[in-house]
Structures are given as structure tokens and as C-alpha cells.
């Protein structure tokens, strides 16, 4: 473990505080290579336009078309708040535009993801004209074959990095497609389809559609944009940033999604005071609990109703799987962490125990990564097409990525791997139940091959010390307004401190008083319960401590040397 400090421009941090930016935001954002105040000017006219999408335009087309004659669409999503709320974000465009739509989301447990052959059967049965698929698509090549010999069209949107082959859809709209020129590759799958429905909302617009003058407002579901981008740990560049800066404006505003506004009451958050991390750590993974322990289709119906009561009836049973969840998740990952002390050797992880639940993995599988450091990936066993398979969830760490590394295994093995697809820093896969020896042995070798020797040590980047003088609320909620996330980090400081007193509360954490200059600190270590020496250097977030109706400031140490 090694706690650096990110190195930043004097000259850009200078401009930043010249235009009246308050000195910490303008040391974290020079930090991030922003160089001028305008930069985080967000606004809707600041999106890159649609048009350089590729299919985009085909697809507004298609989409039209089928509305004017009256066809039947359903979208097939994905069971992830990313696919969640894409389908919404369709659902909600589409029957604003008076078309036909529905939606059908795979039994994971079942069907596993994508547009599988079974899945299609599944979708026949309900005569859909127009297939679209949401955060999926851009592999099934054999579920799209098959959509066209039943006579169904297909319209693939997605972001994942597309196979050697890509399915004859009748259009694909994914920015990671070959000879797509869109300049942010890093869209999420609720990204794209919200593009697209702009897209389909200019070409309505050039035929006329909307005679009495009132369009749909699409800005209304930036909310939902905002929540599947954040949920789904996509980079945020500027124009990820600026999508998510349009949700959070709604959702402070009170003029959100219903369901969006529900999931965070059941959680005691106010609406008022939205974050990007009310959106990645209190919505989102409610949203994912549907989709992991039950049917994701509780969590679209949340988002998709604009009923209040209906909106609030579903939080709860959300938060009630959530909290579900949550106790798998702890019984497995101790259970993994008992097998780590067993095989300590181990450079690359892979995990398998014969009960895990499969819904579950992958949140086991991000939370080994961050203790060892180092790509893992947890099995369950699960079924496909009858079949007995071991279904697997990864998370990798920079400096590997994890769906090229499981294309080299792929390529070495053939055959062993049955599918697989995924991100630079997520992947999932399935292999033959009798084939997770051999699995291992080679994901290990390319993980060996492919993961250099810088990468391997820990590396902490933080923001440097924080004089004691901004340990205040106002600093603690300026921070807590930005946009933060993956590629664009939450703020995370560094400084030396006296340990003068430490105790174990809720059983799993431990609570801190820090001194530094003479002042005393309160602070948290979450889910860590080993003793801290007297004086330390600590990595650490500002954060704001509510008890009681009273808010004070609080360190949350993340790392320590």
C-alpha cells in the first residue's frame, strides 16, 4: 500500500481560483485536468450532438416508421440499473411518442444475459414487430439470427465492446462499434438510449409529428440517465459528467422520476441534498437487488410508474431485497476470504463455492478485488439450456482489462469459455461446470502475461493534505455537489495524524478520534476493524455526519500507512 498525492497544474489551479472557485475545488479540479472554470459549465446545449453516432440516424427511422404504423415494439433489457433504467428511458420516450411498447427482462437465472435464442422464443410468444434491445445486444448474434427467421426486426443499442462479429440486426447503435466516430466511448447503455430517443424525436419533429407544437420533454429523464450512468461505473468524461449534472439538477429540484424520488426516501436521503453517491451507493444498488435475488422487472415498474404510492410500494420491497442481499453478500465474502488465507500464493482470483448464489458474485467479486488487489472472479453454479455451467461475475483493477484478458483465454482454449463480454474493468462469463480447474489455470497465465509489474502495487492517489481550517461543513457539501465517479474521482485527501482514541461500533467498524494540529477529529474506518497504530498517514474523504437532527463533519479513512 502507497499513499501519493496527484500531482496537478499550478497554472490551471491558479485560473480556477482567480474565477472565484473556492481553493480546495480548484486544487481537486486542476487535479483532474480542468483547466478553466467553463468546463464545468453543464448544460444540455453542452452534450455532443447525436448525429455522429453511427445508425443513429437509420435507427430515428426505424423507429418512426413502426410508430406511424402502428407496430408493436418491446425492449429486451438487462438485469443491472444500467439496463433498468435505459428500458425506462425508452418506455417512458416511446409511450410519450404514442408508440406500442413493452418490455421483457431475461430470468438471469434462467436465460442468463443478452438476446439469447431462448430469450426471443420468450419474446415471440408476444408478437413483438421490432425487437430493441438496452445494454445488450452487440454479441447476440445467434438471438438475432434467430429473431430474423421468425420475422421479427431487431434494434440493437448498447455500449459493450463488440465480438469479431457482429449480429445482422436491421440497425446497431454503439458508440465502441467499428467505424463509429462519436467522441465519448463512454456512454452507458441508458446513455445511448437516450441519444437515440433524441434522435427519434428530431425525425418525428421533421415529419410533423408534433402539430400542436408540444414535444415530449426529454430533459425530464435525464434523472434516469444520471442514476444508470453513475450505477454502472462508466468513465465520466465531460459528457458523462454533463448528463449527470442534468439528473442531479431534477433531483434536488424535486422534479424527478417518482420512483428515483422513492428509492432514496426508503433509504432517509433527501432529495434536496442528491449526490453522485446517493446515485452509485444508496439508489443504484437497490435497484440492482431486483435484478440479483428476484426479477429486475419490479425495478423497471418503479421507475416506469407514475404513480407515487405504486413508486413508494416498490422502494420498499427494493430496500427489503437490498438488505437481503447485503447478508448473502457477507456470508460469501467470508467465506471467499477464508479461501484467499487458504491459497495466499494465489496472484489472480478466481473463487468458487458450490452455494453461492449467482445473483450475488459480482458484488463479491469487486469487494475481493479491492482487498487483494488484483483482478478476481467469483462462480456460481447456474443452468443454460439445461446445461450445468458455472456462471462468472469479474472486476479487474487498472492496468488490466478484463474482457481482453478473457479474449486471450478464449483464443488459447477454445471452447472453454461458452460466452463472455464486458468492459475494460467488468466481465462476465460462463464455462462448463467440470472446467473451472482448467479455467483457472489459464485465466491465471494471461492475467500473469497481460498485468504489469507496476499495476500490481497498490497505489492510493489522493488529493494531498487538507489544512485543518477546511475540516468544515460548508467544504464537506461543496465537495459532496460535484460530479464524481469513475475516471473523475471523489475527492479523497492525505494527511498525518495523532490516533487518540479507537473503538469497534456496529460490530464492523471502527471509530475514530484523530488529532492534527491541535485539533481533535472525529472519524470512521468502515468495514475495517484492525487497530490503527498511535500516529499514522491516512487517506480520507470529507463527509458530513447527521445524529439526532445535528450534522458535523467526518473523516472517513479509506487507507492507511
Known sequence: ?????RTYNETHRRALLESGMHPVLARVYAGRNIRT?????????????PGSLKGIDAAAVLLADAISEGKRLLIVADYDADGATACAVGVRALRAFGANVDYLVPDRFKLGYGLTPELVELASLRKPELLITVDNGIASVEGVARARSLGIATLITDHHLPGPELPAAACIVNPNQPGCEFP???????GVMFYVMLALRAELRRR??????KEPNLAALTDLVALGTIADVVPLDANNRNLVAQGLKR????????????LLRAAGRPLAEASSFDLGFVAGPRLNAAGRLADMSLGIECLTTDDEARAANCAQELDRLNRERRNIEAAMLQQALQAVEQVSSQESGTFFHPDWHQGVVGIVASRLKERLHRPVICFARAEESGDPVLR????????????????????????LIRRFGGHAMAAGLSIGAADYERFTSEFERAVDE???AHARLRVVETDGAL????????????????????????PVFCDTFAVENQRIVGERHLKLWLVKGGRRIEAMRYGALDQLPAQVRAAYRLSVNEFNGLKNIQLNVEHYE
Not at 208 to 213: A, M, W
Not at 477 to 490: S, V
Open 208 to 213: 410533423g409529428f408534433f402539430k400542436d407544437g
Open 37 to 49: 472554470a467553463a468546463e464545468l459549465n453543464y448544460g444540455l446545449d453542452g452534450l455532443i450532438p
Open 184 to 190: 465519448s466511448k463512454a456512454l452507458a447503455g441508458v
Open 1 to 5: 500500500m502507497k499513499i501519493v498525492e
Open 251 to 262: 433531483l434536488r429540484a424535486g422534479r424527478c422520476t417518482p420512483g428515483i424520488a422513492a
Open 392 to 415: 462468472g461475475s469479474g472486476r479487474s483493477i487498472p492496468g488490466l482489462h478484463l474482457r481482453d484478458a478473457l479474449d486471450v483465454v478464449s483464443k488459447r482454449a477454445p471452447g
Open 467 to 490: 489544512d485543518a481550517m477546511y475540516f468544515s461543513l460548508d467544504v464537506a457539501r461543496l465537495l459532496d455537489a460535484g460530479i464524481w465517479g469513475q475516471g473523475f474521482p471523489q
Open 450 to 452: 497481460l498485468l504489469p
